[in-house]
């Protein structure tokens, strides 16, 4: 069994920082892929970013892009996201999840690619 579980969600600033935690309990694969999803008050979930367990390739939705950075550490099974230069648009509920049938080409963006998912942090940046 699988339990995904995150940290590091606040208050912050406009321009301000913060970095989430996933740690990945339970189960590692070479195979895996992990990705960070956000959902805003009254619209859909949607990608932020996603790292290769092994290889540690990423990618990231056009709106993070040079604000965010995912990575992980192997050996704490986590998975961090570093997100800079926050906007008020950046506050949503952040979600971890994990894909343990990745194939090893592109990475998953899509929900339903991935099998766990974390309970999600609350993500509020001031204006």
């Known amino acids: 069994q699988v339990q995904l579980v995150e940290s590091g969600g606040g208050l912050v600033q406009a321009g301000g920082s913060l970095r989430l935690s996933c740690a990945a309990l339970?189960?590692?694969?070479?195979?895996?892929?992990m990705g960070w999803f956000r959902q805003a008050p009254g619209k859909e979930r949607e990608f932020v970013a996603a790292?290769?367990?092994?290889?540690?390739?990423?990618y990231y939705t056009d709106s993070v892009k040079g604000r965010f950075t995912i990575s992980r550490d192997n050996a704490k099974n986590t998975v961090y996201l570093q997100m800079s230069s926050l906007k008020p648009e950046d506050t949503a509920v952040y979600y971890c999840?994990?894909?343990?049938?990745?194939?090893?080409?592109?990475?998953?963006?899509?929900?339903?690619?991935?099998?766990?998912w974390g309970q999600g942090t609350q993500v509020t940046v001031s204006s």
């Open positions: 339970g189960r590692t694969s070479s195979r895996l892929a």
């Open positions: 790292i290769s367990w092994g290889g540690g390739t990423t």
């Open positions: 999840a994990a894909d343990y049938s990745w194939a090893g080409r592109l990475l998953p963006i899509t929900q339903g690619e991935y099998e766990y």
